[in-house]
Structure formats: C-alpha cells, structure tokens
Antibody
C-alpha cells in the first residue's frame, strides 16, 4: 500500500523560500505522475503543479513564477519550492499520486485525478 | 472565486439521497470526461470518491455515483449515512492554461 508523507519547516518568514519534501513508500515513484495541492485555512483546494520523473513539470499559472517541483527516484521523494512567500501562502500542502497511461502515439500522459494523498503538512508564513 | 462552481452547502437526513452539482464551462467539464470528486473530513486529507465522471475507486461504496450533463457534473449519495458528513470537492481537466481546476467545495450535513 503506497503511502505519502509530506515534511517541511512549519513556519516560514515572509519573502523566504518554502521547501517541502514528500516521501513515497510502498510503491514505485517512476510509475506515476505526482502532484502538489494546497488548502488555505478554512478554504478550498488549489492545484499547484504536477510532474513525471521522465518529463517536465506543469504549473498553475498563478504560481508558476514562484514554484519549482522535482522528483528524485533514487531517494523516492518529491521536492517542492515556493519562493517569495507571503501570508497568502499559509496553507496545508499536500502531495498526491496521479495515475498515468501510455499511448503509442503520444507517449506517457497523466489522468486528471489524484488517487492517493499524503496527510499534508501545515505551513505558516509569519515573521 | 473558484473556476468550478459548487453549492456551499447541502443537507439531508439519514437514508435520503442528495446530489452535489459542479458547474464549469465547455473548456473543462463540458469538453472532457476528466471529472473527479473528493471527500474531506475535518482535519483529514482529501479522499478520491469518483474519477472520470462516474468510475468509483476500489473500496468506495456504490451509494456514491457520478454523472455529467453539458457543463455540469454531479455527485449523488444515496442512503445517506452520518459518516458521509464531510466537505466534497469536484475537479476537472481544463483546456485553459490552468489545466487542473477544483470547485470551491460543498459542505454536506447529515441531519
């Protein structure tokens, strides 16, 4: 049974860079796409980005200029960076697994649903 | 404001059926069958309840069903149970630059 576990600093100062890790256990990191989603306190879900280890990442345009994600297959973990954070970036950050498929014409592609989620890690931006 | 529109709240009594709607446009829900639904209990991570409009993941009760008509997707829960009380979010692929959208969420109260 695959499990995802996010980890991070908990508290970040404004204007600094937030760095998170998602450790994947019980499954192969290279057989799926992976996504990051966040949820501000009392608000809804916001998709941030997704990535496949063998391809480029796809980012939400509203965050693209500040976000970078990557996959490390050797360590079986995902990495997330968000620069120039403000109070508006205070949220629970989730990593999630995205099933993929192979098309002989187009290669690897992802489905648009997230079937396994981590428990999330709370990030507060405050001085 | 979310790109996909859901009612803020719905309610029902145990044993009843309810439907949660999720309205988008022809560039997302109406144009593709990539609608999914997530259940979220307070303080917990979202849980996939439905994908590709009407497919249930393994382990999800058949009391949950999904459908789509034009630009609106729906999640129906029949035989309401107290444990169904949670927030529900719809999601869809979109052909716009923001190609993965969520709805604003619907709070289901089981009276």
């Amino acid at each position: 049974q695959v499990q995802l576990q996010e980890s991070g600093p908990g508290l970040v100062k404004p204007s600094e860079t937030l760095s998170l890790t998602c450790t994947v256990s019980g499954g192969s990191i290279s057989d799926y796409y992976w996504s990051w989603v966040r949820q501000p306190p009392g608000k809804g879900l916001e998709w941030i980005a997704y990535i496949y280890y063998g391809g480029t990442a796809n980012y939400n345009p509203s965050l693209k200029s500040r976000v970078t994600i990557s996959v490390d297959t050797s360590k079986s973990h995902l990495s997330f960076w968000l620069s120039s954070v403000t109070a508006a970036d205070t949220a629970v950050y989730y990593c999630a697994r995205v099933p993929m498929y192979y098309d002989i014409l187009t290669g690897y592609s992802n489905y648009y649903y997230m079937d396994v989620w981590g428990r999330g890690t709370t990030v507060t931006v405050s001085s | 404001q979310s790109a996909l529109t859901q009612p803020a709240s719905v309610s029902g009594s145990p044993g009843q059926s309810i439907t949660i709607s999720c309205t988008g446009t022809s560039s997302d829900i109406g144009g593709y069958n990539s609608v999914s639904w997530y259940q979220q209990h307070p303080g917990k991570a979202p849980k996939l309840m439905m994908y590709d409009v009407h497919y249930r993941p393994s382990g999800i009760s058949n009391r949950f069903s999904g459908s789509k008509s034009d630009n609106t997707a729906s999640l129906t829960i029949s035989g309401l149970q107290t444990e169904d009380e949670a927030d529900y979010y719809c999601s869809s692929f979109a052909s716009s630059s923001t190609n993965w959208l969520f709805g604003g969420g619907t709070k289901l109260t089981v009276l």
